[in-house]
């Protein structure tokens, strides 16, 4: 498994010329070596083949280009073959339904980044700092505030420089201890996204969205100022940097909050189920279309798949049709505008939290994708569509379809905890086999500082209908 870790660069006047000279050289010679790689007919051989025909041309090109003599030769190397990479991507986005030209020669602002591969670095310490020694550049002080450990074999550095000027050492490495991941899982959650909440879980967690409205507003300040600048002015560009420094501010608060949120569930539990969303749909919506942008569920999910295979731990993600709508104890699908924040069952009458009973319904969808199935029943009785309403709750329209088998036919207690100390007892206790949950045991899994453990009870009462409500306690670790 490869993966990345990323050091900030404390690089000096001097070093940032030579990192700009490195920089600019492997964009001329990608340039040059896209150039010839076009003129290469499809019919000479396979993508990498013919990119390799380009990359055979390195020592030619060194007789009279003097500028390449002075970069290490896999640099140079991994300037040509990143067309390979380049001509990969375009492809897999366009099997994805995107619309994609071919590649361009890239501009000085669009080449931001070069590579060592296997060898030409390491990372050394002189006059009491640590620094990363690259052959035929310099050696770079470098922020290294994690060890790589013994085990992981490094593969390729990346240096590379962001908009704001600051320059950053990707190290990738190879691990290869992979732990295996549990035949029978029993720490198992399934977490429901959204925008007004960040997530919901089955263990009754709401994890609040990150608050970006101060950041987006100076952001939006900015850009203002730059677009009464001259464009490629003196203060044009100073402009440009303090607006580039507001767009990294809030990639790093978002990335921070969604590795920290990814880690903790790859690392607690033995099985993780999200919803598979369609994003780039929701994204062409008219409405709501910046804030489920800036929630970066995709990229929350992409993190959580790795972070997961690094850990060890069973990843599944279920269709999303219906969640919201299907009824976490029935399993009967009621209809409700979005205002309507609490679900309520026409057909047995449970009562939840949208949220909730959405993850309840992505955990139990989880389950049979590994394999745990249950039996369908046919529904046996069937009513025209009914609006209710009580004190307590709203009840939407719907179509009341009972199963045979639902708690509304058969009256029987169910009375179970879904949260820290105790087993989980699923509402749909008639569909699903029984099924351990994280919490026996008494294991309970490290949060920080002082946290909110919330649980859910499930109580069928004998005045009225089934009532989901949540039980909070705060204590200190």
Known sequence: MHYTY???????????????????????????????????????????????????????????????TDLYSTVTQAAVMRIERSVKALSGLKQQGYKMGSLNWKAPQDFRSFSYVQKGFEFDRKDGHTVLSLKKLADIPVVKHREIPDTETVKEVTLKKEATGEWFACVTV??????????????????????????????????????????????????RKLSRKEHGSHNWEQQRQ???????????KRRDFLHKLSNYYASQYDLVAVEDLHIKSMLESPGNSRNTASAAWDTFTTLLAYKCKRE??????????????????????TDKPLWVREHSCPACGFEMDRDANAALNI???????????HSESPP???????????ESSDVVDGKRVVESGSPSLTESRVSG???????LVDPRADRLPHISHPCHDGLEPHLPQTRLVAAFQVEELSDGPRRGRFATDEFAT
């Open 417 to 423: 905890w879904v949260g820290w100390g105790s087993s």
């Open 174 to 223: 190879d691990s290869k201890e992979t732990p295996e991941k549990p035949g029978n899982p029993e720490r198992c959650i399934g977490i429901d996204v959204g925008i007004l909440k960040y997530a919901h879980d089955t263990d009754g967690r709401t994890i609040g969205s990150l608050g970006l409205s101060d950041d987006r507003e100076r952001l939006q300040r900015e850009q």
């Open 363 to 373: 955990l139990s969808r989880g389950f049979e994708q590994r394999g745990v199935v």
């Open 242 to 252: 303090k607006v580039a420094e507001c767009h990294q501010k809030m990639k790093r």
């Open 6 to 68: 990323k050091y900030h660069l404390d690089p000096t006047a001097s070093h940032r010329e030579q990192l700009d000279f490195y920089r600019d050289t492997c964009r001329q010679l990608y340039n040059h070596a896209l150039r010839e790689f076009n003129k290469i007919p499809e019919s000479a051989g396979t993508l990498t083949q013919r990119v390799r025909q380009v990359r055979d041309q390195l020592p030619d090109l060194k007789d009279w280009w003097d500028d390449l």
């Open 380 to 390: 046996v009785e069937t009513a025209l569509p009914l609006f209710t309403s009580s």
């Open 312 to 333: 060890g731990t069973h990843f599944v993600e279920v269709d999303p049709a219906g969640t919201t709508k299907e009824c976490a104890s029935c399993g009967v699908a």
